[in-house]
């Protein structure tokens, strides 16, 4: 059983704290399902941050029914130049949870993992494919990332069901996450067939 931590990761821009109420909204919905009880609120936790008024922050908060760590590091992102994809039949990410030991096991690659035949998440972003000038986004996921929330929200992106043989229909995709935009971590769908050391 997956011990019950979790955290949030928190990007700030310029100094500014972005997509807070995501934030809180996920939070909120953590301590109902698994402390029953009302959450703390982040922005008493972020406030007496000193983060830097330029560049691109991300603040981690670890907690459990209490915040055990608030810290900030300056985000660079990473590029990727091999995906996989992985089975990931029965494993459950429905929290941010603290305790990643499974993705772990990928180091060499980034894997794209499915269930059912169905594309769902990358090892730390929520995905997006493009086709016929359109963002879509696989309805399959294993977190429900505020990224991935906010762009729905604001019709950025569509829910559309992925599968594994329907990727090549597809022109490119990318990764998002609470850090990354869209269209700012990009690749070719090809990658995905590249079986090149």
Not at 5 to 34: M, P, W
Request: overall charge positive; aromatic content about 16%; some cysteine.
């Amino acid at each position: 059983m997956i011990e019950k931590k979790f955290i949030e990761s928190i990007c700030a821009i310029d100094g500014e704290i972005r997509n807070l109420a995501y934030h809180q909204r996920r939070v909120n919905q953590t301590f109902q399902q698994n402390f029953k009880r009302k959450a703390f609120e982040l922005e008493e936790f972020l406030k007496p941050l000193e983060i830097p008024k330029k560049g691109k922050i991300k603040i981690r908060v670890e907690y459990a029914e209490k915040v055990h760590l608030v810290e900030w590091q300056a985000y660079q992102a990473q590029q990727h130049k091999h995906f996989t994809l992985v089975e990931a039949e029965g494993f459950d990410y429905s929290f941010k949870y603290k305790n990643r030991d499974f993705f772990k096991a990928f180091q060499k690659f980034e894997p794209i993992f499915i269930q059912k035949n169905q594309i769902t998440d990358s090892s730390y972003a929520n995905l997006v494919f493009y086709k016929n000038r359109e963002w879509f986004t696989p309805e399959t996921y294993l977190l429900n990332g505020t990224k991935r929330q906010f762009l729905l929200d604001n019709k950025l992106i569509k829910p559309l069901g992925i599968g594994v043989k329907n990727l090549m229909d597809f022109e490119k995709f990318g990764l998002i996450n609470a850090m990354l935009n869209l269209e700012e971590n990009i690749y070719p769908i090809e990658i995905l067939f590249d079986k090149s050391s």
